[in-house]
């Protein structure tokens, strides 16, 4: 779980936007940063914020993920990116994060 310490109880989404990116690094545990999905050359470059949402106690933070995929025998040199979200949850003056754990890769077999 991570857990930051807001500088104020009730920030408003501006302030929001400054703290999170002033805490970005701590907040990379929570972050998906898996991109094999795209290709099985694809290698994670960095992650953004993108905006952030406020409903009640849930706060979402919208974020992009960027990746690299370079395959030099077929002259593909791509950078893209995707849209993800993280929830957290606040409680008083504290955000707090699960820290991501990637899906099981599932596998043909078990479709039988």
């Known amino acids: 779980m991570i857990v930051l310490t807001l500088p104020t109880s009730q920030p408003d989404l501006a302030n929001w936007h400054v703290f ?12 998906d940063c898996e991109v094999s999905e ?4 694809a290698q994670y470059t960095f992650n953004e914020l993108d905006k952030i949402e406020l409903d009640g ?16 025998c077929r002259g593909m040199d791509l950078h893209d990116s995707c849209s993800r979200f993280v929830r957290g ?18 596998s043909t077999a078990d479709e039988l």
Do not use: C, K, M
Request: charged share 10%; no cysteine.
């Open 57 to 72: 106690d849930t706060l979402l933070i919208h974020y992009r993920t960027h990746y690299h995929v370079y395959h030099p």
């Open 89 to 106: 949850q606040l409680i008083g003056n504290l955000l707090q994060l699960a820290i991501y754990q990637a899906p099981e890769e599932r």
């Open 38 to 41: 795209f290709d099985t050359h």
């Open 20 to 31: 999170l990116l002033s805490q970005w690094a701590q907040l990379s545990p929570a972050l």
